[in-house]
Structure formats: C-alpha cells, structure tokens
C-alpha cells in the first residue's frame, strides 16, 4: 500500500483487468466467458483480496460518554449503540 496502512488482501492484475475487460466489452456471451474465466482463476488460486473502506466521521461529547467498548468478533472489532456506556 502506497500511502500506509494495512491489508490483509492480495492486489491481483488480474482482478482489475476483468474488470476493466466486462466492462469494456459489448457481447453478452463474451462478458459471461470473461467472468467464468476470472471464476476460475478465483477458484483456483483462492487470494483474500482487499476490500477498500473508509472511516465515517463521528463526532460526540466526550463529557457525557463513560467508556466506549467495541467487542471483538470473528470479522474484527465491532461498534454498536449498545457498546456506549453513558456518565451518570
């Protein structure tokens, strides 16, 4: 990753390039072959590739917040409402 940060995924051409190459193309059954052929090489190969996400912007009071528990699931860490603990 160029600008930082952390993957647990693989970049893999050939993701981007079947995508570029569906996209591209006109024929329906040419897209359909295009796709099984990406299916197979998924199917063979099995890469973890990288989901891209970006951070909401969330902003509080940290006066009225106590503690703010995010609990750890099999997908990583997870906030919900129910995690927020309120000063009383």
């Known amino acids: ?52 996400s970006w951070g909401n912007p969330f902003i509080y009071n940290p006066n009225t917040i106590d503690r703010w528990e995010p609990v750890t699931g099999w997908r990583g860490d997870v906030d919900t409402w129910s995690n927020v603990f309120l000063k009383k």
Request: contains cysteine; proline residues 2%.
């Open 1 to 52: 990753m160029t600008r930082g940060g952390k993957s647990r995924g693989v970049e893999t051409l050939e993701c981007g390039a079947t995508n570029l190459a569906v996209a591209a193309e006109q024929d329906y059954d040419k897209r359909v072959a295009l796709n099984a052929t990406f299916a197979d090489f998924m199917r063979k190969w099995i890469p973890n590739t990288g989901v891209v």
